[in-house]
DNA sequence: TTGTATGCGTTATCAA
DNA sequence: TTGATAACGCATACAA
């Protein structure tokens, strides 16, 4: 069996509570007892069990990260942003995915909360229901949002519309018209302000031009995937509604197959028709012609959103940037 | 406060215990009891608090995954293989990064071991000391190990040797003799089995053909990276020895790097220089040209290594497949 | 079929 | 400066 406080106590000649103090760095205790004590633990190898901690102080040491996929392009940025910060040992991150089952988000917040009982919480791009949300800040539990926002909670969030907008002025300065949006899906309550800020950002970019919105050139796509990319450019090409230009929101990757599959079956980029990708993952300078697009600053808000739990862990006011501006980067496609 | 296994017992007038024997599913209470207490469950919404439970059973409901980065590539295709497995909730995915610390690998471990006690660990290209695995099975924590192998750990590897055969096997078949190789660092020993393993397969392939190894063909790199590639592609057209094709053991982001650069200083590829890839990742089919490279099953690798893992938790032998053959798969670039 | 008693490893409160 | 005692939420051996 491992060793334990008392087994140390034992050793010692002192009480637990004794040990207990110095190993959390109690400046109560006596220089000499502390070195007794100190000099056994490394002789006994004695590590605290977090578990038996955490029991006594109604919550364990755990930053929960909660994301649809962990193997998503902006997961994986924000779990690099998040593990650029030093996090102390004794903290412990753990992952829930909900696997794009939306139904399930609430249930697992839930099941997070009471269960788990977490420090703070990281929600990428997703937010449980109302009720869920109260009962975290009744038991004093944070959630910090990225990519999404509700009443009490910190959020770490990118101006989308700003970013859309930015795109498609840039499209109808380079004097494209007929400019087609491929979307997440907009209908889809949960998670979706993203999607629905860029489409807005889409529109008024194409109203302040005077130009008329054309459902037609809307084509939706439900998974960020490069092969959603290649069916929306079967769309593109079969659509009668014409497209000189393609404002790919729904993300780089999917830009990417409709730059490959708009090649594959003839069509000329940017010539024929400019796209513009969302994100600026490696991907879009890797690949020929490679991708105008907005760039995310994806890293940054992973180190933000970890540094809002760790000051929250620490009682701290979190004092830095939340809100990051995209900002187009433009290459050969557009 | 939330609702403890106590409050139902008071509500429903039973002791604790009764209550916790349903929770556990045990059949020998009464039915008419039984469906008292899961009514007053439903009501009182109680759960289960996974901290006392793992406190008196001396061990927490984790699977820890350690790995260096999750932001790597070879990760995060290891960790979608993990969550297309179908974990019970009350099982948790603890994530641990190294932050490619070497030295301190070994600490990560016992910290895991002792103050987390998961019920296994998944370890992805990592390996502690010898002592610290004889700890692991003295405490009856298992490991399973991504490619690499210790005693008495299971491990999930692929044949690298015969990976890299496959593919400096199929360039000299092309015509090509004065094969480089893009390696990591050869002489890095911990978490090096790989590298050693497809440098070996590529030396096999040359001398079975009769072709004789010469050092300045040998690139060191030490990322895994774009950039990598990047500066190897200088070296290449920089060194004396000359190069008609490369095989780029150290991964398709390093062989995208090694492409691009190629091409910006008007090397054609693959008229003047062959690239051959290692891993297989989305990258690979959407670079100009696309990537001749070696197909890893890096998916499957993470779904064996989850299943293997959920098996010792649940007492069964695993027998499924292990040890996974590469496949070279053909595109443009070589 | 249900209850009693005990303990898991740690910390908090209060007393000495 | 240290110790005694109780408590956190749950599970288990054993008794009834």
Redesign the pocket.
């Known amino acids: 069996?491992?060793v334990?406080?008392?087994d140390i106590?034992k050793h010692v000649?002192?009480?637990?509570?004794?040990?207990?103090?110095v190993?959390?760095g109690?400046?109560?205790?006596?220089t000499?007892?502390?070195e007794k004590i100190q000099q056994a633990i490394k002789e006994m190898k004695?590590?605290?069990?977090?578990?038996?901690?955490s029991?006594?102080?109604?919550r364990s040491n755990v930053i929960a990260v909660v994301s649809g996929f962990f193997s998503s392009m902006f997961s994986v940025e924000i779990m690099k942003g998040i593990e650029s910060k030093l996090i102390p040992v004794e903290i412990k991150l753990n992952q829930y995915a909900t696997r794009g089952m939306k139904e399930r988000v609430s249930e697992l917040f839930r099941e997070i909360l009471y269960s788990v009982r977490p420090q703070s919480v990281i929600s990428i791009s997703l937010k449980p229901e109302d009720d869920v949300l109260m009962e975290f800040q009744k038991e004093g539990v944070k959630i910090i949002m990225i990519e999404e926002s509700a009443g009490n909670c910190q959020s770490v969030k990118v101006d989308n519309e700003k970013g859309a907008f930015s795109a498609v002025d840039y499209l109808i300065k380079k004097g494209r018209s007929k400019i087609g949006i491929v979307s997440g899906k907009l209908e889809d309550g949960t998670g979706a302000a993203a999607v629905l800020e860029r489409f807005n950002g889409y529109r008024s970019a194409l109203s302040m031009h005077g130009i008329s919105y054309d459902p037609k050139r809307l084509i939706e796509t439900a998974n960020f995937s490069f092969e959603d990319g290649i069916e929306s450019a079967h769309k593109i090409k079969k659509w009668d509604a014409g497209f000189d230009a393609v404002f790919c929101a729904a993300g780089d990757m999917t830009a990417a197959g409709v730059i490959r599959e708009l090649q594959e079956t003839g069509t000329k980029v940017p010539d024929d028709i400019a796209v513009v990708g969302y994100d600026d993952i490696i991907i879009a300078s890797v690949i020929k012609p490679s991708l105008t697009t907005v760039h995310q600053p994806i890293f940054e808000m992973g180190y933000t959103a970890i540094n809002m739990a760790l000051d929250h862990i620490n009682k701290k006011e979190y004092t830095g940037p939340a809100v990051f501006t995209p900002k187009l980067v433009i290459r050969e496609s557009a």
Do not use: Q
């Not at 109690?26 to 006596?30: A, F, G, K, L």
């Open positions: 069996m491992a334990t406080i008392k106590a000649g002192v009480t637990p509570t004794t040990v207990s103090m190993v959390r109690d400046t109560r205790i006596s000499a007892t502390r004695y590590r605290p069990n977090y578990i038996g901690r029991l006594v102080r109604g």
